[in-house]
Nanobody, 119 residues
Framework: QVQLVESGGGLVQAGGSLRLSCAAS????????MGWYRQAPGKERELVAL???????DLADSVKGRFTISRDIAKNTVYLQMNSLKPEDTGLYYC?????????????WGQGTQVTVSS
């Protein structure tokens, strides 16, 4: 089992910055990829940023050039640095961790942290 706890959300004006953190605990040795998803009101949850166990990262096109994902393996923590925030970045941000057992993938989710960007 893996537990994820997010922090760092809040209210910010457009153009501002926030840094989200997600700390994993429990069976962290089994985690492969970690990432951030977000869900805006009335919309489906979407992938924002991904950090793989191999060290590569990927970002949604809508946040490239503004967001950065990083991961501290020793602290079992993944971060999302969000700069030049826009009102359309508003949503509930969820941390995700994937645990692989052969071909089986188990998803773990944090409780979500709210990000609100005012215009």
């Amino acid at each position: 089992q893996v537990q994820l706890v997010e922090s760092g959300g809040g209210l910010v004006q457009a153009g501002g910055s926030l840094r989200l953190s997600c700390a994993a605990s429990g069976s962290t040795f089994s985690i492969s990829n970690m990432g951030w998803y977000r869900q805006a009101p009335g919309k489906e949850r979407e992938l924002v940023a991904l950090s793989t166990s191999g060290g590569s990262t990927d970002l949604a096109d809508s946040v490239k050039g503004r967001f950065t994902i990083s991961r501290d393996i020793a602290k079992n923590t993944v971060y999302l640095q969000m700069n030049s925030l826009k009102p359309e970045d508003t949503g509930l941000y969820y941390c995700n961790a994937k645990e692989k057992h052969g071909s089986l993938i188990v998803d773990y989710w944090g409780q979500g942290t709210q990000v609100t960007v005012s215009s």
